[in-house]
């Protein structure tokens, strides 16, 4: 049995929590056994190795409502190490402070899961620590495939390359699922929108942050760069990453969103113009992140691709990450939706059995 607990359940761990929930009904259970037994948010917390699937279908109220317990991190963690079953601590949050925690929830022998891409994004020490903490083959694990690609396979085809000995040339791709929509809908023959008029449509469509110049700064794309870098055994952070901020300098520092959505389209010329060039080329724009592999040529930045290249023929806000490496010239492609609640919870999910696989109970016949 693993046991697994859920920090920060939002939109993506309730997500989870359904996926969770109807494993917990399907035939694979018996043979690979994986319970829910902890949720805490800012407010509230809650461990129990008999939650009902009931009182899980509405956990908000009936997990983690007025009668349970004031939520304090440290001690919910303490109960989880004390539990006999392996546990898989989830970390949903996006916190800086909760990431800086897991070298102390992998020293009292917790797994940790998580889409959370501070931890391995940040300060490199951080990256190292939790990399030789969780390195041992009989100790606690870390998996992190939703902070790259949310569900996408990206982190476990890259750790693949590397672990059977594969040159890394360069690691490229579109890992914004907002800029994927904006200049998948703005950079394209015909189009007829303005760059103001794709961000309005995108913003009111649920695709970008509440302001939309936490998208359009580049530094979640640098995050995901960082990770893949480290992944690949590079030295690199999002401090020396040369990352492409494409907000209008004047709008950096407007004071809200809502001022920023009302003065965007006095730069329409400035994007209708970079547009025009590229498509005259015969080309696109597109917001891509580079891994460089062999030098120090890593960026984050707006450039410009044929019509026939695979960038350029994406759709809607889908990712695409292509690998190039002395086994692959010609690029390994992963092409898919990278955002979503359920597509992220599918990524901790996969990483979740993969914990319940090397250090849960199963019987040698079970079948996922």
């Known amino acids: 049995m693993l046991s697994v607990a859920i920090v920060g359940p939002g939109l993506v761990g309730g997500a989870l929590i359904e996926q969770l929930v ?3 009904k399907s035939p694979r259970f018996s ?4 319970a829910l037994v902890g949720l805490i948010n800012s407010k509230k917390m809650a ?6 699937s009931a009182d899980l279908d509405s956990w908000k109220d009936k997990v983690l409502g007025s009668n349970a317990a004031s939520a304090d991190l440290t001690s919910f963690v303490d109960q989880l190490s004390a539990l006999p079953a392996p546990v898989a601590l989830v970390d949903c949050t996006s916190s800086d402070s909760v990431a800086e925690q897991y070298p102390e929830w992998l020293s009292k022998g917790l797994h940790i899961v998580t889409p959370n891409k501070k931890g391995f994004s940040n300060d490199y020490g951080l990256f190292k620590k ?3 903490l969780s390195s041992a083959a009989d100790g606690p694990s870390v998996y992190h495939e939703a902070t790259v690609g ?3 396979p990206v982190l476990s085809t890259l750790n693949d390359l590397v ?4 040159k890394i040339i360069k690691i490229e791709g579109i890992f914004s699922g907002t800029l994927s929509y904006l200049f998948n ?13 794709c961000v309005s449509v995108a913003k009111a469509s649920g695709y970008t942050e509440p302001d939309p110049r936490d998208d359009l700064n580049g530094m979640d794309v640098a995050r995901k760069v960082t990770i893949l870098g480290r992944v690949a055994g590079l030295d690199i952070g999002t401090d020396t990453l040369p990352v492409e901020n494409i907000v209008p300098e004047a709008l950096r520092s407007v004071a809200t969103a809502d001022e920023f959505m009302n003065r965007l389209p006095e730069f329409d010329a400035h994007f209708k113009d970079l547009n025009e060039q590229a498509l005259t080329s015969g080309s696109v724009l597109r917001y891509v992140g580079m891994v460089d592999g062999q030098g120090n040529q890593s960026s984050v930045k707006l450039a410009k691709y044929p019509l026939d290249h695979p960038f350029a023929s994406l759709k809607g806000s889908d990712n695409i990450i292509a690998f190039t490496t002395e086994r692959f010239p010609n690029p390994l492609i992963i092409q898919g939706a990278g955002a979503g609640a359920a597509v992220t919870a ?21 079948k996922i």
Not at 47 to 52: D, K, M, P, Q
Not at 163 to 166: A, E, I, L, N, S
Request: charged share 15%; net charge neutral; glycine share 8%.
């Open 22 to 24: 109807a494993y917990s």
């Open 185 to 197: 809908n703005f950079s394209v023959p015909g189009a007829a929108s303005s760059f103001s008029e």
């Open 31 to 34: 043979s690979l056994p994986i």
């Open 130 to 132: 939790i990399q030789q």
């Open 150 to 152: 949310a569900g996408l």
């Open 163 to 166: 672990r059977t000995g594969d």
């Open 47 to 52: 461990i129990s190795t008999s939650f009902a």
């Open 346 to 366: 599918f990524g901790i999910f996969s990483d979740i059995i993969k914990i319940a696989e090397r250090f849960g109970t199963r019987s040698s016949s079970a």
